[in-house]
């Protein structure tokens, strides 16, 4: 499902952190969240997930106005995978993957956890190839594991418009790589759209369709990362200077980056380098000739 920005601003305490970000997010499409830190990026997820209200500008998914939707039903809607969103007492993976179900249960006080619930959790486990896992406790897992059932809980609530906050923090390699792999292909097919925030340029350019570019709160470009990703572009926006390259398989962009010095200077002033040869001592010099010459 699509999604609209509309001018969105949002500022805390008088500070802006976002300001007039306007953005069409195609449908079905795997977008990345990109930018330093502080540009805004958990914010705008936030705003798109309906927990925050901007306080100007509007925000659509479909034909629905985030602002306007009652908790519940955009909980149905959006699904949003925070940073460290690990349950707070240890749970089953099934368990985990059942909390996906509670937009969905009958009334306030209404329970969850019934054979249909079952299902839409095993399915979902099977989706992310972790079906094995579900008597597992969840703090036996890998932290690769457990980013798996993260999102087959995200994916139980059945969502059109599924949001990830960083979700390849601390994973190693391998495990970056099979969960971006995993969210590519999710996406798609179910008419399912994935907007997850990303500080690795590299894993947005070989895995999304698109990316928005933010900077201090500004969207400053958006589009395909083969046309954002552009070396001048992260200069401005990172202060590094990068080169873009084609990778040798696919040719997806492929970025190079170069220290950068002049952004962080060495914090030790520069020394004169010390001889290790110690000067002659004249005086123990002379005192030896002296003896020499009294012998003979």
Known sequence: ??????????????????????????????????????AGKSTLLRLIAGIEAPDAGTIRVGDSDVAALPRRDAARL????????????????????????????????????GPDDQRVAAEALASVGAESLADRAWHTLSGGQQQRVQIARALAQQPALLLLDEPTNHLDVSAQLSLMSLVRHQVGPAGLTAIAALHDLN??????????????????????????????????????????????????????????????????????????????????????????????
């Open 1 to 38: 499902m699509g999604v609209i920005l509309d001018s969105v601003s949002f500022a805390i305490d008088g500070q802006a952190i976002l300001s007039t970000v306007s953005a069409r997010i195609p449908d079905g499409a795997v977008v990345g969240l990109l930018g330093p830190n502080g």
């Open 78 to 113: 959006i699904a949003l995978l925070e940073q460290n969103a690990s349950p707070g007492v240890d749970l089953s993976v099934e368990q985990v993957v059942l909390l996906g179900r509670i937009p969905h249960r009958t009334g306030v006080l209404g329970s969850f956890g």
């Open 203 to 296: 894993l947005a350019a070989a895995y999304c369709d698109h990316v928005l570019l933010l900077n201090a709160g500004r969207l400053v470009a958006a589009g395909p990362p083969r046309e954002v990703l552009q070396p001048s572009t992260i200069s401005d926006v990172y202060g590094v200077e990068a080169d873009v390259i084609p990778h040798p398989r696919d040719g997806h962009p492929v970025i190079v980056f170069s220290e950068p010095a002049a952004y962080f200077p060495s914090p030790f002033p520069a020394r004169a380098a010390k001889s290790s040869l110690r000067p002659p001592d004249t005086d123990s010099m002379t005192a030896r000739a002296s003896r020499t010459e009294d012998e003979t």
